[in-house]
């Protein structure tokens, strides 16, 4: 049973660019939640997304977008790209309503805006 | 808006010993959850122990156990019998209590580098 999955695991933009990153929820999973990770920080909560909707948003600009896909994937996009958008970018997925429900973390997408 | 507190950036302990990494939480709510996360260098974020704030007794899981002072809003996380394996970052996180679990947005706390000794 493959786990959440994130591609790509690395990757560079220039400042002021667009880049969209890609999640795969684990296996039976309907929601996909975004994070943020600063270096030496704990994640940040991004936007979360169930039945193809945002649910949930953080405190990020409207340069942070997503969507979900029918088949439960999701893609966090951001837009005009800045310095302070390096970060590493984790993707969590869970079932929502499910009794002891847990989140699973995929293992991010590193990102450097140079 | 809630807020977590990780007030150790570093901790070191000898294989074999016990340490305690501390984590303090503000919130005005009454139920909600509240977790312990370890992430070791390969990035992925890995569920070490959950606690539901109505349960009274600590959670344990193997050699993991929690001390939850829920009056003094404090959720601390001791490691018995520590191993190489242990050394990660940990992290402490608080999710709200909702009845069907959606939104369910964790706050983390800042971490705290756990660092073991042969």
């Known amino acids: 049973d493959a786990g959440v999955t994130q591609s790509p695991t690395h990757l560079i933009k220039t400042r002021g660019q667009q880049v969209t990153l890609r999640c795969s929820p684990k296996?039976?999973?309907?929601?996909v939640s975004w994070y943020q990770q600063a270096l030496g920080q704990g994640p940040q909560f991004i936007f979360q997304?169930?039945?193809?909707?945002?649910?949930q948003r953080g405190n990020f600009p409207d340069r942070f977008s997503g969507h979900q896909f029918p088949n439960y994937s999701s893609e966090l996009n951001v837009n005009a790209l800045l310095l302070g958008d390096s970060a590493l970018y984790l993707c969590?997925?869970?079932?929502?309503?499910?009794?002891?429900?847990?989140?699973?973390f995929g293992s991010g997408t590193q990102l450097s805006v140079l | 808006a809630q807020t977590v507190t990780q007030s150790q950036p570093e901790m070191s302990v000898q294989e074999a010993e016990t340490v305690t990494l501390s984590c303090t939480y503000d919130?005005?709510?009454?139920?909600?959850?509240l977790f312990w996360y370890k992430q070791p260098p390969s990035r992925q974020m890995i569920l070490v122990i959950r606690?539901?704030?109505?349960?009274?007794q600590n959670a344990t899981e193997n050699r993991f156990s929690v001390n939850f002072q829920k009056a003094a809003k404090s959720f601390s996380l001791k490691i018995s019998d520590s191993q190489l394996g242990d050394a990660a970052m940990y992290f402490c996180?608080?999710?709200?209590?909702?009845?069907?679990?959606?939104?369910?947005?964790?706050?983390f706390g800042g971490g705290t580098r756990l660092m073991v000794k042969p």
């Open positions: 969590a997925s869970t079932l929502v309503g499910a009794t002891n429900e847990k989140l699973f």
């Open positions: 996180a608080y999710r709200r209590f909702l009845l069907n679990n959606a939104g369910n947005m964790l706050t």
């Open positions: 919130t005005s709510e009454s139920d909600y959850y």
């Open positions: 296996s039976g999973h309907d929601t």
């Open positions: 997304y169930y039945e193809e909707e945002e649910r």
């Open positions: 606690q539901e704030a109505y349960k009274q």
